[in-house]
């Protein structure tokens, strides 16, 4: 315990003194005047003399054991008027649960000797295992967004520590109702203590910011502790997108966002590398978040600036015509306390050169469509040929008024005047035949999707079409007075795209919008939805891996290598069925050994604000349970009752005495 009081009224308990005491002081100094009176006899004329020298105001102060109980009962007062604290650190109790915080938020480096947060509390945890009583027990729970028990419940002082010396830092986020949650179930295995209804003492070291705080139960009496420092500063990047140019695929546009958690504005250059190579350098201008917190304006008047100009955001544009690694980093690094989110990434694939396969018995504009494309390889076959043949390993096939009896397992899919037979999306038939409706004209078009930007579709006309079935949750997206005209969708690993007429049915092929259309189909199927780089996961993902990607591997490859920013680890393949990589837990770039085809490389970001913001809470989570009045792991003890209960009133009896005392003496 430490002993040396702090006061947290000092300035009104000063000035009390200056008042009161003085006052005391001058009540000894003063004299008692006396009445004047006629006397008859010479005999009292010494008296009288003496008189006259006790009529002068001031005497010298003599010691007097009143007054000096009476200053020292005014001292213990005016003492705790001054509200004097101590601090010290409650010891353990006979059932202790110990919960440990080890996400991303909890590697910053803001603690005294450059120590990060999980370091420190470790090192209270140790302390606070250190005070157990002799028949205690703990057990310690280490959490992010999924808890782990570390050491289940024992009395072994060492073991404990060890335990909690194991813990090792993630980049995950924070939730904290399902370890609330293992908490309870571990304390319930002591019938002994629940049927007296005696609550585990629950201690939490973290800095507070959980995501789901709203949903937070629990049975023992929680103790949290605040780790971490209020003028932390970190600049996160909290934003990161990026997609192949939708008319020039070998262009690549990137946009992130960045956002400063620290207490002061801050300027940042921002650089974007391919691979390491340097390719361009951005600045931002960031206000404090705070400044977005009315809580916190409030405590802090005048902080804010009203006329700050801010840019938190920017867009990069390079030409990429290969596969590669796009790294966004912000490079101000002073006073950042957390490098987590100083950078992220992004894979991105070489574009696409399709192989497209056309299915038809012969049609001029579809083949003349396809031969004003660069595409890497382009072949025709009859339906015969195919049914035959059954191809795969092909981007796009084309059917040209033919039914396919047999499509591959995965693949796009365009029709022109025909429709799949083994799909979800289909033709309507009845007796046999497939419904088919005249006299066709547009009604409306997606125009904000990437197959039809830019296209005017509003003099379309179909003499006949094909009355089509879709599930929910296909897309039209050319809508005919009479029903759709072009719907697409996605069905398992699959997409089909259906043109319900025929082009030698329409005066499509004369319209400059049609090869437009045939073009944007083909990017759109080969590069995806959105034409995106290949997605980031967070941390703490573990990516699921198609049996199918395995194909082109060598055969009886039982297990693969994952490569990440903490070395590497060995995934055992199961014989059958798809598998799932283990946890990805830190931030940075993972290769697969052997690769495996769109898993080659695989980025891993934080991209989380709730976890860049390094300001902790001084309540704990959910406001469940209490929190320590004081940093370093100890509570604080308010002494001012104790000087009034066990020094000001003893005191008092004994002035009251002294007073009585002489008065009857």
């Known amino acids: 315990m430490t002993w040396f009081p702090h006061f947290l009224s000092p300035l009104p308990a000063a000035l009390a003194a200056a008042i009161s005491i003085p006052l005391l002081l001058l009540l000894y100094f003063l004299k008692l005047r006396r009445r004047e009176m006629a006397v008859s006899s010479t005999f009292l004329w010494k008296k009288s003399v003496q008189d006259l020298q006790v009529n002068a105001p001031f005497q010298r102060l003599r010691r007097n054991l009143l007054l000096f109980l009476q200053l020292l009962l005014l001292l213990l ?130 800095d507070g910011r959980v995501e789901d705080a709203k949903n937070l139960l629990l049975h023992g009496d929680l103790t949290y502790e605040k780790i971490g420092s209020d003028t932390a500063g970190n600049i996160a990047i909290v934003a990161l997108d990026g997609k192949r140019n939708y008319e020039n695929p070998t262009q690549v546009e990137v946009f992130a966002r960045l956002a400063n958690f620290g207490p002061k504005p801050q300027n940042a250059d921002v650089q974007l590398t391919v691979d390491g190579n340097l390719r361009s350098i951005a600045v931002v201008s960031l206000p404090p978040q705070r400044w977005n917190d009315p809580n916190w304006l409030k405590d802090h008047p005048g ?44 894979v991105v694939p070489a574009p696409k050169a399709l192989s497209v396969l056309l299915v038809t018995n012969d049609n001029f504009f579809l083949e003349r469509a396809l031969d004003s494309m660069s595409l890497k390889d382009q072949k025709k076959m009859t339906p015969q040929e195919y049914e035959l043949q059954r191809p795969e390993h092909l981007d796009v096939i084309i059917f040209d008024r033919y039914y396919p009896q047999w499509t591959p397992p995965a693949g796009n899919f365009i029709y022109f005047g025909c429709a799949p037979t083994n799909a979800k999306l289909k033709a309507i038939k009845e007796d046999e035949k497939y419904v088919v409706i005249d006299d066709i004209n547009v009604l409306d078009w997606q ?49 089909n795209l259906v043109v319900a007429f025929d082009l030698l049915d329409s005066n499509w092929p004369l319209k400059i919008s049609f090869p437009i259309f045939l073009h944007n189909s083909l990017q759109y199927l080969a590069l995806g939805s959105e034409m995106n780089v290949r997605p980031s996961y967070e941390p703490g993902a573990t990516p699921k891996i198609q049996r199918s990607k395995l194909d082109g591997l060598p055969a009886g490859l039982k297990s693969i290598r994952i490569n990440g920013p903490t070395g590497s680890m060995q995934v055992a393949i199961p014989p059958t069925g798809d598998f799932v990589l283990p946890a990805l837990n830190r931030v940075g770039i993972y290769t697969t050994d052997p690769p495996i085809p769109q898993y080659e490389q695989i980025a891993v970001n934080l991209l989380d604000e709730n976890e860049s913001n390094l300001l902790p809470l001084d309540t704990p989570p959910g406001d469940v349970g209490t929190a320590l009045a004081s940093a370093g792991g100890k509570s604080r003890l308010e002494l001012w009752w104790w000087l009034i209960a066990c020094a000001a009133l003893p005191l008092l009896l004994i002035e009251w005495w002294v007073y009585t005392r002489r008065v009857h003496l």
């Open 77 to 206: 007062l005016i003492l705790a008027l001054s509200r004097p604290v101590t601090n010290y650190t409650p010891g353990a109790g006979k059932l202790s649960v110990i919960l440990i915080d080890r996400s991303a938020s909890m590697n910053a480096l803001d603690q005294p000797g450059g120590r990060s947060r999980l370091d420190d509390a470790k090192r209270r945890a140790k302390d606070f295992v250190s005070g157990m009583e002799r028949n205690g027990q703990a057990t310690v729970i280490a959490f992010d967004d999924t808890p782990e028990i570390v050491q289940t419940f024992t009395g072994d002082i060492p073991t404990l520590k060890t335990a909690i010396d194991r813990i090792a830092p993630t980049d995950r986020k924070t939730r904290l109702a399902m370890a609330f949650q293992l908490a309870d179930a571990q304390s319930f295995y002591f019938p002994e203590q629940n049927r007296a209804n005696v609550k585990p003492d629950v201690r939490l070291y973290s």
């Open 303 to 346: 902080e804010k600036e009203e006329n700050y100009q801010a840019k938190d955001s920017f867009n990069f544009s390079i030409d990429m015509p290969t596969a590669g690694v796009i790294r966004v980093e912000q490079l101000n690094k002073t006073d950042d306390c957390l490098a987590a989110d100083d950078s992220a990434e992004v």
């Open 447 to 495: 125009r904000d999707h990437p197959i039809l930007r830019h296209l005017s579709l509003s003099k379309l006309y179909a003499a006949r079409m094909l009355k089509l079935d879709l599930p929910a949750e296909a897309q039209t997206l050319v809508e005919g007075m009479k029903g759709p005209m072009i719907a697409m969708d996605h069905e398992n690993q699959s997409t």
